[in-house]
């Protein structure tokens, strides 16, 4: 049986650069590790949006080959020296924040013709966009916080915004509607710091989501993978920081120790039931395919309310997905080639479709 080859995509014009290449290189040594399956290629994109084949999954080196993306019938992949050329089964995008998990990446896949993993073009946009997200899944019948957003080049009542900001409550966190890692987020508790936490997220963003704050929230997730015949949904799993008030980028990626994880959630299992349901419904309404992670808030009283969803989470040991699906009894490699399976079962849907009358 011919090997599966398979494009490993990470790093990327985005925030989340570093992010990226710690997941692809779990992604790439599990997968690499059945040497009877799969012929990997680490394909590195650098922050100005150049790719480069490298011999090992990782940061840029000086010894990276130079490769360009082709829309050929003979080969997905070609080196401008003509000493490289790949014709591959499968891409498996690793790619967090803008230009990566928003459906640009997904859009140019589709160009080149060629299997993805993840979700496709609509889901991955939808799914990036907190203010869109939300409006999908309150039709999908999830709970969601009152919220407001501003644009950078759209000019905004400021009297109207603190106004509704005192008649919501205080606090309410000021977040980028279309970045992940919580990079640009910061909680607003007194009415003076709503300006100046709007303008440090314009600096990220276009657009603005300034939301109701559960003060204290429990961050609850739950893990997906899988397409509209076969879901499945992880055990619940909590996140707290210790390093600050809510698990923002410095808790997440800088400060060692600065979050722990408690996979199963020390929730009643009625609330964990229902999160699971919530979690399909909203993949399912924003016709998702592949893997995700939806994030909820919980306040004290029991209640919680849909955060976001991540389309292409972090995919690491360390990571929140496999820690889900570990905890439910789940192989992160038996899962990683389910989502392979997945990938290449949608393209041979969609070659199947006819192209004219």
């Given at each position: 049986m011919a090997l599966l080859k398979v494009v490993v995509l990470y790093g990327g014009k985005s925030t989340e650069h570093e992010v990226s290449i710690h997941s692809a290189q779990t992604v790439c040594r599990m997968l690499a590790a059945q040497k009877d399956k799969y012929q990997i290629y680490p394909v590195f994109i650098s922050r100005q949006g150049y790719w480069f084949l490298q011999k090992t999954c990782g940061p840029q080196t000086a010894q990276d080959k130079p490769i360009t993306p082709v829309l050929q019938p003979e080969f997905h992949l070609a080196s401008s020296d003509g000493s490289f050329s790949l014709k591959a089964d499968v891409?498996?995008?690793?790619?967090?924040?803008?230009?990566?998990?928003?459906?640009?990446?997904?859009?140019?896949?589709?160009?080149?013709?060629?299997?993805?993993?993840?979700?496709?073009?609509?889901?991955?946009?939808?799914?990036?966009?907190?203010?869109?997200?939300?409006?999908?899944?309150?039709?999908?019948?999830?709970?969601?916080?009152?919220?407001?957003?501003?644009?950078?080049?759209?000019?905004?009542?400021?009297?109207?915004?603190?106004?509704?900001?005192?008649?919501?409550?205080?606090?309410?966190?000021?977040?980028?509607?279309?970045?992940?890692?919580?990079?640009?987020?910061?909680?607003?508790?007194?009415?003076?710091?709503?300006?100046?936490?709007?303008?440090?997220?314009?600096?990220?963003?276009?657009?603005?989501?300034?939301?109701?704050?559960?003060?204290?929230?429990?961050?609850?997730?739950?893990?997906?993978?899988?397409?509209?015949?076969?879901?499945k949904v992880s055990s619940c799993g909590e996140l707290r920081s210790l390093a600050g008030e809510f698990f923002d980028y410095n808790a997440k990626y800088i400060v060692a120790g600065g979050c722990e994880t408690k996979v199963p959630a020390d929730i009643p299992a009625t609330i964990a039931q229902k999160m699971q349901q919530d979690s399909a419904h909203i993949f399912r309404a924003l016709r998702g395919s592949g893997l995700a992670r939806v994030d909820f808030l919980m306040d004290k009283d029991g209640s919680y309310y849909f955060s976001e969803i991540n389309t292409l989470p972090g995919m690491s040991e360390t990571s929140l997905f496999p820690q889900l699906f570990e905890a439910s009894g789940e192989d992160y490699g038996q899962i990683l080639d389910r989502l392979i399976e997945l990938a290449r079962k949608r393209y041979a849907q969609k070659e199947a479709l006819a192209l004219s009358r």
């Open positions: 891409f498996f995008p690793v790619l967090h924040g803008t230009n990566c998990e928003d459906g640009t990446m997904q859009g140019f896949l589709e160009t080149l013709q060629v299997a993805y993993v993840g979700c496709g073009v609509l889901a991955s946009a939808m799914g990036m966009d907190k203010e869109i997200s939300k409006l999908m899944a309150r039709e999908a019948g999830a709970p969601v916080l009152p919220y407001r957003v501003v644009s950078k080049f759209k000019s905004y009542d400021r009297g109207d915004l603190e106004k509704w900001v005192l008649e919501t409550g205080l606090p309410v966190f000021v977040k980028p509607v279309r970045l992940g890692s919580s990079v640009g987020v910061r909680k607003v508790k007194d009415l003076s710091q709503l300006y100046e936490a709007v303008q440090f997220a314009l600096q990220f963003d276009t657009d603005v989501m300034i939301e109701k704050g559960v003060d204290h929230a429990r961050e609850i997730f739950c893990a997906i993978y899988g397409d509209d015949t076969e879901l």
